[in-house]
C-alpha cells in the first residue's frame, strides 16, 4: 500500500485489453471495463467467516447497527480456529459460534471438518467469475477458482453482510509467469517461497499478482491454491488463476452441476492488457526453505542442511491438503523419521483425510512415525497447541514470525510438505531429490 | 483529528515489517481487546502497551502491519490511544481494517527520519503532513476523502449505522 489509495483511475489505458482482475471487478461493479486504480463498489458473490473472525465478532456489531445479513445463502461459516476446543474460552467461542449459526439459520455452515480455505471449494462453494471475502488473511486461496477472493477484517465483514457490498481499488497485475516441467519433489511451495523471496513480504503491494504459464496450467487445483494461498504472504490483494479444464474437472468432482459449471465466467488476461511480467524456469528451481523468522528469509534447501529439527510439522490450509499429504508419503513410503524428530500430520479437512486414507497415504504417514491430528488451523493459528519453548520446526505452513507458533525461542523453518517430510527422514533439513535419487 | 494539529505528540519508534501476530497475539485472541492491547508489541517492546499515553504516535519502518486479517492488531492501537500511526507502508490488508476502526494510518516516506521521544504535530486539514521536532515538514500521500471521513466518524461501524438509519428513514411506511 505504499501507493496508498489513489482514487483517479488512468484513462489512458482504456483501449488496451484487460487482466484477469480488471474482468472479475468490472463483472462484479456492474461495468464494462474498469481501469486500474478506479474505485468501485462491487457486489459480493460470496462471504466466508470462521469462528475467531464470525459470529462472536459480527453478532454485537449487527444488533449495534440495527441490521440483518443480506442473503444467508451467500454466507459460508467454517468452525476451524478454535477447534477442537482447548480450553473453557474456545468451548465459550465455539458454543456461541453454533447458537448463533442456529439462531441467524445459516444454511451452510462447515463444522469441525476442515480449514475453511480448503473446505470452501472442496463444498462447491467456489465458482470461476465470482467476486468473494472472506474473514482470513489467506482468503486469495479462492483466487485459484479464477475468483477474485479477498480478506477482511470483521468490521469490514460487518458491512459487507450488512449491505452485500464493499469497495475495491482496481489493482494493476503482476503476472508470473512460470515455464517447464518442475524437477520430481519440488512443489507449487517452492515456487511461492521463492517469490515471495524475490518480491519480498509486501511486494504484492496490495495490488493482484496471477499466475500463468504451462507450469501452472499444467499443476493440479490443490498444487494452484498452494500459490493463491502464500499471495498473502506477498503482501498481494489476490492471487488469481484463470479458470480452465482443470478447473471444470475439479468442480465437477465435487458435485457442481453442469449447468452451473457451464454459466459459470471463464475469464482471462488479453494479450494487449497492461501487466507488469515476470518470467521463471520451473526446472532450474531448487526446494526452498524459509528461515525464521520470515517467509521472505528463503533460500535453496542446501543452506539449512546444519539445521536438526526437532518437529516436522504437515498442516494448514497452506500445506495439509491432499496433494500435500501424497507428497510427503511418497517421500515416507516404507520409511521411518529420524530419531529425536517428532513428525505432526494435521489434515487440512476430513474429506482429504478420507481420501487419503483410502488411497493408504495415511498409514503411510502413521508407519513413518506420524502422529494424526485434528483437522483444524492446529498450531499454525497460534491459538493454542503451538510448540514448546527453544523447538525446531521444520513447517509446510504459510508464516514463521516470531511468537506465532509458540514462544518467541521456537525457530520455524518453512519448506513444502515434501522438505518436510525428507528433513524429518534425515533429522536435518535436507534436499528431497536426493531421497529420490 | 482534523481539528487538533496544534497538539504535540509523543513518537514511539518501532522497525520494518511489524506483524499483526505482533501487535496482536494469538495467544491472546480468544480475550478482549482490552486484554490483547496489554500485550501490543511486547515481543519488540515489552515497555510500549504501560507506557503509551493517549494521543502518543506509533512510527514505523515499510510494511507495517503485514501478517493475518485480524482487525485486532489495528484496534490494539486504537484501545492504547494511539492518534495515528506514521510508516513509508503498509500491508492492504491492515490499512483497510485500521481505517475501518477509524485509527489514521499516514504514509510518510521519510516517517523513519523521527527519533523516539520526539514531539511532533500532525495535520491532515489539506494534504497530511508530519512537523517534526525541529518544525520541518514530512509530507505525507494524501488520504481518500472517504477514508478521512471514517476517521472522523470514528469508523465503519458508525458509518454504517448512518446508513441503516437513511435507510429506515426513506423507506415507505
Known amino acids: 500500500m505504499s501507493a496508498a489509495v489513489e482514487i483517479r483511475g488512468d484513462r489512458s489505458v482504456r483501449t488496451r485489453g484487460s487482466t484477469l482482475a480488471q474482468k472479475l471487478i468490472a463483472r462484479a461493479a456492474g461495468q464494462s471495463h474498469v481501469n486500474v486504480g478506479d474505485v468501485l463498489t462491487c457486489q459480493v458473490d460470496l462471504a466466508m467467516f470462521h469462528d475467531s473472525s464470525g459470529p462472536r465478532r459480527l453478532k454485537p456489531m449487527l444488533a449495534d447497527i440495527g441490521a440483518e445479513i443480506w442473503d444467508k445463502n451467500k454466507v459460508v461459516l467454517v468452525l476451524d480456529h478454535y477447534v477442537p476446543a482447548r480450553d473453557a474460552d474456545a468451548e465459550k467461542i465455539i458454543r456461541i459460534t453454533r447458537d448463533v449459526a442456529k439462531e441467524w439459520q445459516l444454511p451452510h455452515v462447515i463444522d469441525s471438518e476442515g480449514i475453511c480455505h480448503v473446505v470452501l471449494p472442496e463444498r462447491g462453494h467456489l465458482k470461476p467469475g465470482y467476486f468473494c471475502v472472506g474473514g482470513d488473511s489467506h482468503s486469495p486461496t479462492g483466487g485459484a477458482f479464477g475468483t477474485y477472493m479477498f480478506g477482511i477484517g470483521a468490521t469490514e465483514m460487518l458491512g459487507v453482510v450488512a449491505t452485500g457490498e464493499i469497495w475495491v481499488q482496481v489493482p494493476q497485475t503482476l503476472r508470473m509467469v512460470w515455464h517447464g516441467a518442475l524437477q520430481k519433489g519440488v512443489c507449487a511451495k517452492d515456487m511461492m517461497l521463492h517469490m515471495i523471496a524475490k518480491f519480498g513480504m509486501n511486494g504484492g503491494n496490495y495490488q493482484a499478482v496471477e499466475f500463468a504459464g504451462d507450469t501452472v496450467r499444467g499443476l493440479g487445483m490443490q498444487e494452484r491454491m498452494t500459490l493463491s494461498n502464500m499471495s498473502a504472504e506477498m503482501g498481494a490483494q489476490v492471487g488469481l488463476i484463470a479458470a480452465d479444464s482443470t478447473t471444470r474437472a475439479y468442480l465437477q468432482s465435487v458435485g457442481v452441476s453442469d449447468e452451473v459449471i457451464e454459466q459459470s465466467h471463464y475469464f482471462e488476461t488479453d494479450d494487449s492488457a497492461e501487466c507488469q511480467r515476470f518470467d521463471f524456469e520451473a526446472s532450474q528451481l531448487s526446494p526452498q526453505v524459509a528461515a525464521p523468522h520470515s517467509p521472505e528469509n528463503t533460500k535453496a534447501v542446501g543452506a539449512y542442511a546444519h539445521v536438526k529439527p526437532s518437529v516436522a510439522y504437515i498442516g494448514a490450509c497452506t500445506g495439509a491438503k491432499l496433494a500435500d499429504l501424497r507428497a510427503a508419503a511418497e517421500v515416507l513410503k516404507g520409511r521411518k523419521v529420524a530419531a529425536g524428530v517428532q513428525l505432526l500430520v494435521a489434515p487440512a479437512s476430513a474429506r482429504d483425510q478420507a481420501q487419503a486414507a483410502k488411497e493408504g497415504v495415511m498409514q503411510i504417514l502413521i508407519d513413518a512415525g506420524a502422529s494424526v491430528l485434528p483437522n483444524a488451523c492446529g498450531a499454525c493459528a497460534g491459538y493454542g497447541g503451538t510448540f514448546e519453548e527453544g523447538a525446531t520446526v521444520i513447517s509446510s505452513t504459510a508464516r514463521n514470525f516470531q511468537g506465532r507458533m509458540g514462544p518467541a525461542s521456537v525457530q520455524v523453518y518453512l519448506a513444502s510438505p515434501a522438505t518436510v517430510a525428507a528433513s524429518a527422514l534425515k533429522g536435518y533439513i535436507a534436499d528431497v531429490r536426493e531421497v529420490f535419487a | ?173
Open chain 2, 1 to 173: 483529528m482534523t481539528k487538533d494539529t496544534l497538539t504535540f505528540r509523543k513518537v514511539w519508534r518501532v522497525g520494518a515489517n511489524i506483524d499483526t501476530d505482533a501487535l496482536a497475539p494469538g495467544a491472546y485472541m480468544k480475550h478482549g481487546i482490552e486484554v490483547i492491547a496489554a500485550h501490543c508489541l511486547e515481543v519488540h517492546r515489552p515497555d510500549f502497551a504501560a507506557g503509551v499515553r493517549p494521543g502518543d504516535v506509533l512510527v514505523a519502518g515499510p510494511n507495517f502491519g503485514i501478517g493475518s486479517s485480524r482487525e485486532q492488531a489495528a484496534d490494539a492501537l486504537k484501545q492504547l490511544g494511539i492518534a495515528a500511526v506514521i510508516a513509508p507502508s503498509y500491508s492492504g490488508l491492515f490499512f483497510r481494517n485500521a481505517f475501518n476502526l477509524g485509527l489514521l494510518l499516514l504514509t510518510c516516506p521519510n516517517a523513519e527520519t523521527l527519533q523516539e521521544n520526539e514531539t511532533v504535530q500532525i495535520d491532515c486539514k489539506g494534504m497530511p503532513f508530519v512537523k517534526n521536532s525541529q518544525g520541518q515538514i514530512l509530507t505525507c500521500q494524501d488520504v481518500p476523502s472517504f477514508l478521512m471521513d471514517m476517521v472522523n466518524a470514528g469508523g465503519l461501524v458508525n458509518v454504517l449505522k448512518h446508513r441503516m438509519a437513511d435507510k429506515a428513514i426513506s423507506m415507505p411506511g
